[in-house]
């Protein structure tokens, strides 16, 4: 068992384009964000979504170097009634997308421009759902933009909590980047690392409860029709 772990972690963290200085910075960088949330009594909203933004900054830096692609996004989706993108980071170091405006306006912004996502938190999963390629006519993928059409060209999404449902988004510009793998299969480095990832994204939205927390913190974004 000690054996297969060393190879796993040799595998992911030392062949992989995530060297131990990069991991030692993430932990530094969210250590920095508690530390000056608690020093300027922070919006708890604004530091889980500092540090969910950090992990995907993390991963967008670790997959760059090693998965097929010039340009990926992450997204972390919260709320399966009224889907809200709680977390985006991309690789401009952009950490706002232009549909965020839209979905301020409207709570079903998502649901009604029938994004992938949406599917995945109606009827949740805990088998990751790869896209190979989204131009390809069988898989029905829909386009919002004739940019978003040229920047995702394959995906995974992976529900990180069956329970109460959020799900992590990771999105490259050339088909098929992320290999298709048994559910009971990690041996896959990549699929490995996005679900590593995955699990880090769900610790903070767990903790403390905080995503069953979030339409007290942010009522403005959702209708005023009671959660169920």
């Not at 991963?59 to 009634?81: A, I, M, N, Q, R």
């Not at 709680?86 to 009604?112: C, G, I, K, L, Q």
């Not at 793998?181 to 990690?186: G, I, R, S």
């Not at 480095?189 to 610790?203: A, H, N, Q, T």
Request: glycine share 2%; proline share 7%.
């Amino acid at each position: 068992m000690l054996r297969t772990t060393r190879r796993w972690i040799t595998k992911t963290f030392l062949q992989s384009g995530t060297p131990p200085f990069r991991l030692h910075r993430f932990a530094s960088e969210r250590c920095s964000i508690i530390e000056n949330a608690i020093r300027s009594d922070q919006d708890p909203y604004l530091t889980r979504q500092n540090l969910v933004r950090n992990t995907l900054k993390f991963c967008e830096e670790s997959l760059s170097d090693w998965v097929p692609g010039s340009h990926f996004e992450l997204c972390v989706f919260v709320d399966p009634e009224e889907p809200l993108l709680f977390a985006y980071f991309d690789s401009n170091h952009a950490t706002t997308a232009r549909n965020m405006a839209e979905r301020e306006r409207n709570p079903h912004f998502y649901v009604e421009k029938e994004y992938e996502v949406t599917r995945l938190l109606q009827a949740p999963t805990s088998h990751p759902r790869v896209i190979n390629d989204t131009h390809d006519a069988k898989v029905n993928y829909v386009f919002t933009s004739d940019n978003q059409r040229k920047q995702i060209r394959s995906s995974v999404l992976i529900c990180l909590d069956l329970a109460r449902p959020f799900a992590l988004v990771v999105s490259s510009n050339e088909a098929n980047a992320f290999p298709e793998t048994h559910p009971e299969v990690l041996s896959d480095p990549v699929m490995s690392f996005i679900r590593y990832i995955g699990e880090s994204v769900r610790y903070d939205l767990i903790e403390g409860d905080f995503v069953r927390r979030i339409r007290d913190f942010k009522p403005s974004l959702f209708s005023a029709s009671p959660r169920q």
